[in-house]
Every structure is written in C-alpha cells, then in structure tokens.
C-alpha cells in the first residue's frame, strides 16, 4: 500500500540524527549487512547487527522502523507493532512510521487506534496524500465504507497521479456496491500504470457486478495473459462464464482443469500412513469467507450441532473481517475458531497445517471474497471437500471429493466433468435454516382488481438475454402482469437504465418492471415478497438461497432445468418439498409453467397457506437426519482415502 521502503533511507532525514553515536555511513552500511542476512533467512543474524545499532542510538525512528518491518515479515506482530509505535514516538511527522504502524494494528484488529494513529499523522501534516489513502483502508476494514471513500478522494485530490489512491478509491467504492462508480478510479489508476494489475482485477470484478459480462472476461484474459499464475483471476473468471449461455459442459470442464493445472499438485504429504480408525475422534476444519450473516450460513449451521456426537472435533476457519452474531452461533459448535482475514496464503497455510486437520471442507470454491484454492491444492489434509459456494468443480487435483444430491447431478451423467469424486449423500444435498425474524406468509397480493405480479431477486449477474425473452413472452400472454426485480446494484441509476435498455431490447414492456435495490435488514428483503405472486428462477444459473427464501415466503418458484449442477439446483429443491410441478424442461415449458401458475389463484393461495409447514417435513429442513447423513458422508470419505492408502500433509 506504501510507497517505497524505508531501508534506503534509514540513516537520512530528522530522524537519523536522533541519539545518533555512530556516523549515518556506518548505519547505513551496516543496515545493508542486516537486510542481506533477512534476505538470505538468517534472521537471528539480522535482528543482532540492528539490536546492535539500536544500542547505540536507541532514538533512532529508522532503524525502530526497520526492526519492526522484520517482526512483521516473521510473523511476529506483537513485537512489530511495539517496534513501530517506539518510531512513530521518535517522529510523529513521518508518514512511513505511522502508516506501518497503522497497518500492523488493522492485521491485528485494533483499527480504532490505527485510526487514532492517522489522525494524528494528518493533523501535523493534512497533506499527506499516504495517510489519507491508509486512513480510508483502515475505515473499510471497519465497515464505515462511506467515511473511508471520502479519505481517498482526499489522497487523490492532494496527489491526482497517486496510483494507489485511486485503486483503494475505486475498491472501497465497489465494496459500498457502487460497482458503476468504481470503474472511473479504476481507469484512472490504470491510465496512469497500464500494468497495476490490483485496478485491472478489480475492475474486471466491476464490469461482471454491472452486467457487462464480456468486457469483465475480456479483462480477465488480460490479466492472464500478463500472469498466468494469478489464480484469483482464473476463479473469477470461472464464475462469470457460469452464467454464459450456449458454453458446453465440454468447454467448462476444459477450462476448470486448466486451473487445476495452473495452481499446481498437492505437496508430498507429511504424515505417516492413514488409518481407517473407525472409532477416533477426527478433526474436522471447514473454511469459508461467509461464517458471518450470509446465505451460506443458513445452509451450514443446521449441520453443526451434529458432528461433535458424530465424533469430529470442528475447526472454523473464517476468512472474513466480519464478526457477527451468526458468527457467534456457529463458533459455539467448534473446539476452534480462527479468523484468517487479510492472511497471506503462506501465513494461512501455517496456521491451518497447525492445527493438523484429518478432514478440510471448502465452502467457497471459485466464488467468495477471499480465494483459497490454492491451499487445497497443496494438501492440508488427508481428506479435503468442497461443498455448497460453487455450483461446478474446482479442477483442483488434491480435492478428493465434491458433496452433492442426485438430482443435482445424475449418476453418470456429470461425473466425468469433476476433479472431485461425487458424494450424494442425501435427497437434497442442502439443509436449509430460515433466518431469525422471518415475516409472517402473506396471501398473495392479486385479485380481481389487482395484476399478477412475478419477481426475481435472484442476482442480476446471472440474467441471460434468453431470460429476457421469456420474461417478455410470459408478460404478453398473462394480461396486465408485472415484473418486479431486486438486486445489489440497482442503486446505481446508470446500472438501472443498462438494465433497462437489455430489458427493452429483447422486447419486455418497461413500463410493466420495477427495480429495487437492496433493502438494510434480511427481514425488510423478505417481507418484499409480500407483492410478489410468483418467483422467476434464473438459469441457465439457478438460485439457491433466493429459492428458498421464496418457497419459506409462501410462493411458487418456476425453475427451467439444465445440464448441470448449476442448472439443477431448483430441481433438487423443489423435488425435495414436494413441488416437481415447478420444474420445467424446456424453454415453452417454463414460460407455460409460469403462465398456468398466473391464472391460478386458488392454488397460489392454497400453496401461501401450506407450503412452511411442507418445507418443515421435508428432507431441506429435516435439520438432525441431514446432519446425521452429512457425518456419516465424512467418514465414509475418511474410511475411502484411508482404504486407498493415502499419505497424507
């Protein structure tokens, strides 16, 4: 985030002579036989010659700075951030020695004295373009996404070609949800360095989140053509050809075994040969960005309280800033908690490889805030499963299994297309727990006297010109009916009318839509399908989380089914509550399906009155049987890699 180290200037400027005994030549000289030892991974050797110097000018705010920058790179936080506190009090005004300090105290949570430290910093020297750019950074992390894109168009402003200003600028700005907004800061920051390649990731991420899905995967392959090697670019751009329409499952598997090639094979394993053990306790880590208030929680924590009787000790690993009551619920069910947010892939690696897990789940895949793969790939544990974020493979070798449902993928039919060997290991490879606060069901809202209204909330990233079509086609044959949609970025006007402008041009009567944008609490964006007759799945991408919330609110949901997993999770949700006629098999199919649903009002009114209570007895919220069926998944995997003789890391 800075710009420039600080050993090439440790024996210059005020702070060199501050209880200075040695010449700065002699400092200098000796800080370069330092760094050299660092570089060579002789620290010991390192901190003595610095521990030396110190000695004889224990004032020096450079080589406090220096000492700390080696704590940091050894992991030694505590000691980093001592050593930088001692340079900021030697010198106050040097915008390096507050910004490490600030930066150290973030890594370690303690933003709000990060803060205190900042604002110190601006207030001797407000012009400091670093300090505002590092202020807003340490905002963001604390969720005050407003006050933090403020700070960095103050950096910009006092520095217009700082580079790195206008890359945090335009990501702070798409972590408000301003995706539209970013992509002017993005540019900037690339005009100034076509090569910085942070702006053009982030501005690939940008164009996908406004619906300008070509662009975004064109900028992608940009990116790897440069770096082969970026990883988080080959994921992303996996997701976003998810929602491409007319691409073969042929063509996809391709692509996912290219990454399993790009990020490489599993290490040689560390540990002595398994064992089936079928009565010890096994340590059971799972990872993801979303043990927080997220979709992905309401579908784990009805498994957890089952795994501890079943013989695993739980290990949460999340890798997310965000701590909340969700958080705390499911870190009630582990005998370990570990936030790796901000974490570096060695560091993470470290940390989990500590903790000697015999299971690992992955519950992000090629989608989440943070991309660990990577890790996978290097075997962090006997047995590794991916499970519920991604709707495919993740091409990676040393993932030795994929949890799934045999509606969502036939036997034999999507087998071949996975890394992983499939596990089905319930009817629907998902347990649904309704969030806390769930409004009551509502009738639906049409009448003699009041249209049939249909409603997608699902995300705007997985809209296709083919939906589009059949949108346009179920509003000409029900009469007077509208389209209501829900979505993230529909804050943005120009996000709207782009919208708006693919809406008309695929022949959908705009006068007849409505788009909302995101409502402040879970329990407003229910209540939302209080004007909602029917629910409109997405594919060929179908929706999960948006699926259940619409079957809990009482209304019918028309999903088209597809080739593949993502294209078949509406089907295994509702053949799991008992609605198959909900599920269409071709284009007409579906547009019939929804126009039959349309004109039905009993039986939309009859399904509002009974459809909680079907979800309740079905296998989506039989919470305790699929906890039981999901552990006894784990150690049926667990018996499998150990029959097979595996060694593992």
């Given at each position: 985030?800075e710009?420039?180290?600080?050993?090439?200037?440790?024996?210059?400027?005020?702070?060199?002579?501050?209880?200075m005994?040695?010449?700065?030549?002699?400092?200098?000289?000796q800080v370069?036989?330092?760094?050299?030892?660092q570089?060579a991974?002789?620290?010991?050797?390192?901190?003595a010659?610095?521990?030396?110097?110190?000695?004889l000018?224990p004032?020096?705010?450079?080589?406090?700075?220096?000492m700390g920058?080696?704590?940091?790179?050894?992991g030694?936080?505590e000691?980093?951030?001592?050593?930088f506190?001692?340079?900021?009090?030697?010198?106050?005004?040097?915008?390096n020695h507050?910004v490490?300090?600030?930066l150290?105290?973030?890594?370690?949570?303690?933003t709000?004295e990060?803060?205190?430290v900042l604002?110190?910093?601006?207030?001797?020297?407000?012009?400091?373009?670093e300090?505002?750019?590092v202020?807003?950074?340490?905002?963001?992390?604390?969720?005050r996404?407003?006050?933090?894109?403020e700070?960095?168009?103050?950096?910009?402003?006092?520095?217009?070609?700082?580079v790195?200003?206008?890359y945090?600028?335009?990501h702070?700005?798409?972590s408000?949800g301003?995706?539209l907004r970013?992509?002017?800061?993005?540019?900037?920051?690339?005009?100034?360095?076509?090569?910085?390649?942070?702006?053009?990731f982030?501005?690939?991420?940008?164009l996908?989140?406004?619906l300008?899905l070509d662009?975004?995967?064109?900028?992608y392959?940009?990116i790897?053509?440069?770096?082969?090697?970026?990883?988080?670019?080959r994921?992303c751009?996996?997701?976003?050809?998810q929602?491409?329409?007319?691409?073969?499952?042929?063509?996809?598997?391709?692509e996912?075994q290219?990454?399993?090639?790009?990020?490489?094979?599993?290490?040689?394993p560390?540990?002595?040969?398994m064992?089936?053990?079928?009565?010890r306790?096994l340590?059971?880590?799972?990872?993801?960005?979303?043990l927080r208030e997220?979709?992905?929680?309401?579908f784990l924590?009805?498994?957890?309280p089952?795994?501890?009787p079943?013989?695993f000790d739980?290990?949460?690993?999340?890798?997310?800033?965000?701590?909340?009551?969700?958080?705390a619920?499911?870190?009630?069910?582990?005998?370990g908690w570990?936030?790796?947010?901000?974490r570096?892939?060695?560091d993470a690696?470290r940390?989990?490889?500590?903790?000697?897990?015999?299971?690992?789940i992955?519950?992000?895949?090629?989608?989440?805030t943070?991309?660990r793969l990577?890790?996978?790939?290097?075997?962090?544990?006997?047995?590794?499963?991916?499970y519920?974020?991604?709707?495919d493979?993740?091409?990676?070798a040393?993932?030795?299994f994929?949890?799934?449902?045999?509606?969502a993928?036939?036997?034999?039919?999507t087998?071949?297309?996975?890394?992983?060997?499939?596990?089905?290991?319930?009817p629907t490879?998902w347990?649904?727990q309704?969030?806390?606060?769930?409004?009551?069901?509502?009738?639906p809202?049409?009448?003699?006297?009041?249209?049939?209204?249909f409603?997608c909330?699902n995300?705007?990233?997985?809209?296709?010109d083919?939906?589009?079509?059949?949108?346009?086609?179920i509003?000409?044959?029900?009469e007077?009916?509208?389209?209501l949609?829900k979505?993230r970025?529909?804050e943005?006007?120009a996000?709207?009318?782009?919208?708006?402008?693919?809406?008309?041009?695929?022949?959908?009567?705009?006068?007849?839509?409505e788009?909302l944008s995101r409502?402040?609490?879970?329990?407003?964006?229910?209540?939302?399908y209080?004007?909602?007759?029917i629910?409109?799945?997405?594919?060929?991408?179908?929706?999960t989380?948006t699926?259940?919330?619409?079957?809990w609110m009482?209304?019918p949901?028309?999903?088209r089914?597809?080739d593949?997993h993502?294209a078949r999770?509406?089907?295994?949700?509702l053949q799991?509550?008992g609605?198959?006629?909900?599920v269409?098999?071709?284009?007409d199919?579906?547009?019939?399906?929804?126009?039959q649903?349309a004109?039905?009002?009993?039986?939309?009114?009859r399904?509002?009155?009974?459809?909680?209570?079907?979800m309740?007895?079905?296998p989506?919220?039989?919470?305790?049987?699929?906890?039981?069926?999901?552990?006894?998944?784990?150690?049926?995997?667990?018996?499998?890699?150990?029959?097979e003789?595996?060694?593992?890391?």
């Open positions: 985030m710009r420039g180290g600080a050993d090439e200037r440790v024996a210059r400027g005020p702070e060199a002579t501050s209880g005994t040695v010449s700065p030549a002699k400092i200098q000289q370069q036989e330092a760094l050299a030892h570089r991974g002789r620290h010991v050797r390192a901190n010659i610095l521990q030396q110097l110190l000695a000018a004032r020096h705010a450079g080589l406090h700075d220096l920058q080696l704590a940091a790179q050894q030694r936080s000691e980093a951030i001592r050593c506190r001692l340079a900021v009090r030697e010198d106050e005004r040097c915008a507050a490490r300090l600030a150290a105290l973030t890594s370690a949570g303690q709000a990060a803060e205190r604002r110190r910093l601006l207030q001797l020297t407000p012009q400091s373009a300090g505002w750019n202020l807003g950074f340490v905002l963001k992390t604390a969720g996404l407003k006050e933090a894109a700070c960095h168009e103050h950096a910009v402003q006092r520095d217009p070609n700082f790195e200003g206008w945090h600028y335009a702070t700005l798409a408000a301003c995706s970013s992509l002017a800061p993005y540019e900037r920051a690339l005009a100034l360095n076509p090569r910085h390649e942070p702006a053009r982030g501005r690939a991420q940008a996908h989140k406004v300008r662009e975004a995967v064109q900028e392959d940009r790897l053509a440069a770096n082969p090697a970026h990883h988080e670019a994921s751009r996996l997701w976003a050809r929602s491409v329409e007319g691409l073969s499952r042929e063509e996809r598997w391709k996912h290219a990454y399993g090639a790009a990020v490489g094979v599993e290490v040689k560390a540990r002595e040969r064992e089936p053990e079928p009565g306790r340590r059971l880590g799972i990872l993801s960005p979303d997220h979709s992905c929680s309401y924590e009805p498994l957890l089952g795994l501890g079943a013989g739980l290990f949460l690993y999340h890798d997310h800033p965000c701590e909340d009551a969700v958080s619920r499911l870190r009630s069910h582990a005998v570990r936030n790796l947010a901000g570096s892939l060695p690696e940390i989990l490889r500590g903790d000697r897990p015999d299971l690992m992955d519950l992000a895949g090629h989608l989440g943070t991309l990577p890790l996978f790939a290097r075997r962090l544990a006997p047995v590794q499963i991916t519920l974020g991604y709707p493979t993740t091409g990676v040393a993932m030795d994929r949890f799934t449902d045999a509606v993928d036939p036997p034999g039919e087998d071949r297309f996975h890394s992983e060997r499939l596990v089905r290991f319930a490879a347990a649904y309704p969030p806390a606060g769930c409004p009551d069901v509502s009738p809202p049409s009448a003699p006297d009041h249209a049939v209204c409603g909330f995300s705007p990233t997985k809209f296709t083919t939906q589009f079509a059949l949108w346009a086609r509003l000409e044959r029900v007077g009916a509208r389209l949609l979505g970025d529909f943005e006007a996000v709207r009318e782009a919208l708006r402008e693919r809406l008309r041009s695929r022949g959908v009567p705009l006068e007849r839509v788009l409502t402040a609490t879970t329990a407003e964006h229910l209540a939302t209080a004007r909602v007759d629910a409109l799945d997405t594919f060929p991408y179908n929706g989380t699926t259940c919330e619409a079957l009482g209304r949901v028309i999903t089914c597809g593949r993502a999770v509406g089907s295994s949700l799991a509550v609605h198959p006629e909900c269409a098999h071709s284009d199919a579906w547009v019939e399906t929804a126009v649903w004109t039905d009002r009993e039986g939309r009114v399904l509002a009155a009974n459809l909680r209570s079907e309740a007895a079905s989506l919220m039989d919470h305790r049987r699929q906890a039981e069926r999901f552990a006894l998944a784990l150690r049926e995997c667990w018996r499998l890699r150990a029959q003789g595996v060694r593992a890391a």
